[in-house]
């Protein structure tokens, strides 16, 4: 990654990724005021960043062919990944603390599980400001099944907002105390919502979100609400299903990277016997598992909701409980300090 190149401290070069630009040529023509307002930070700063980017960086230890990078700075660059939280501790110790920017992750689960509540949540939550440990970036929410319930949305935002408020240093940032810090409404104005109703318009869709995010550079996460619901149907050709799928997976890889996003896949499971035994198995089959950079299967385990890492090259397998409140996703608690459930 070029402005890995770039002779500034590692929290400029984190911001400048999580802002999208990955290239010294994406620097160079921009000018101070703006990349200070998209970065948050001060206009002699960027003017710094600005002037080291149209010298070139420091030498690079990049091999001559294009594109490629060396393994450290691969290292380098996955310690600057940015990450969602999903409101749950629990869940995000297992994830590493959160979604990862930069790979496309797949949740699976049964009808009821939580998959577009957890979908819902990440969306408000890649909102939260800078100044509390946030991305203060927006949503693109594609809802292929009717199931994207904009009241739900809102009260999952008036808990965030609440939360953020009730937590946030205001002495020390020099703010009056108890001051509102986002509105409910100011959650739901960042969230980009398309509802799509069969394959071709899904396809389409996916293969203009790069225009579409190029227009709107403050998106940060791509949620797509469920990747599987109209592949499941009137598919005779099973070799074009596969097909497309395969190139809709690979577009979707290129855009996590490129803009330095996460994108979020729910898919569907249904339990099956396998060997005289109930197994949960996802859509799309054991092929489509190989499309995404990490899978979390959401699963039962008596009354509580666990969540796997069934499949990811840096996160070790393990579960996690979570429960679905009427705030949100959050930790599980014991039955005597249960929260109300939804």
């Known amino acids: 990654m070029e402005v890995g190149r770039l002779p500034i401290s590692a929290t400029q070069k984190g911001k400048l990724i999580s802002a999208g630009y990955t290239s010294l040529s994406s620097l160079s023509s921009l000018s101070p005021s703006l990349l200070s307002r998209d970065l948050s930070i001060t206009e002699t700063e960027a003017l710094v960043i600005i002037k080291h980017a149209s010298r070139g960086g420091s030498p690079s230890r990049s091999p001559a062919i294009n594109g490629a990078q060396t393994a450290w700075e691969m290292l380098h660059e996955e310690e600057l990944f940015t990450r969602i939280t999903t409101s749950s501790a629990d869940l995000d110790n297992i994830l590493g603390g959160g979604i990862s920017c930069k790979e496309v992750t797949e949740i699976g689960g049964i009808p009821g599980i939580g998959k577009t509540q957890i979908g819902i949540q990440l969306a408000v939550?890649?909102?939260i400001p800078v100044d509390c440990r946030g991305l203060g970036g927006k949503a693109i929410y594609i809802d292929t099944e009717g199931s994207f319930m904009v009241e739900r949305v809102l009260q999952i935002a008036k808990a965030c907002a609440e939360e953020m408020s009730a937590?946030?240093?205001?002495?020390?940032?020099?703010?009056?105390s108890g001051q509102v810090l986002m509105q409910p409404q100011d959650f739901l104005e960042n969230i980009i919502c398309y509802r799509v109703c069969s394959y071709t318009e899904q396809i389409a869709l996916v293969n203009s979100l790069d225009k579409i995010i190029c227009a709107h550079r403050e998106v940060k996460i791509v949620i797509i609400d469920s990747i599987t619901f109209h592949f499941r149907q009137d598919f005779d050709d099973m070799a074009l299903r596969t097909r497309l799928l395969s190139g809709m997976a690979l577009k979707l890889m290129k855009l996590a990277k490129k803009f330095s996003l996460a994108v979020v896949l729910l898919n569907q499971a249904a339990n099956k016997y396998?060997?005289?035994?109930?197994q949960l198995s996802l859509a799309l089959g054991d092929s489509w598992s190989h499309a995404c950079t990490n899978r979390i299967i959401l699963y039962w385990n008596g009354n509580e909701r666990y969540a796997y890492i069934d499949k990811s090259p840096s996160l070790r397998s393990r579960s996690a409980p979570y429960a679905v409140t009427s705030s949100g996703i959050r930790n599980l608690v014991s039955d005597s300090k249960r929260m109300k459930m939804m």
Not at 167 to 176: I, Q
Not at 274 to 278: A, F, K, M, R, V
């Open 274 to 278: 396998t060997e005289g035994s109930l």
């Open 167 to 176: 937590n946030y240093d205001f002495s020390r940032n020099g703010l009056p």
């Open 125 to 127: 939550n890649v909102q």
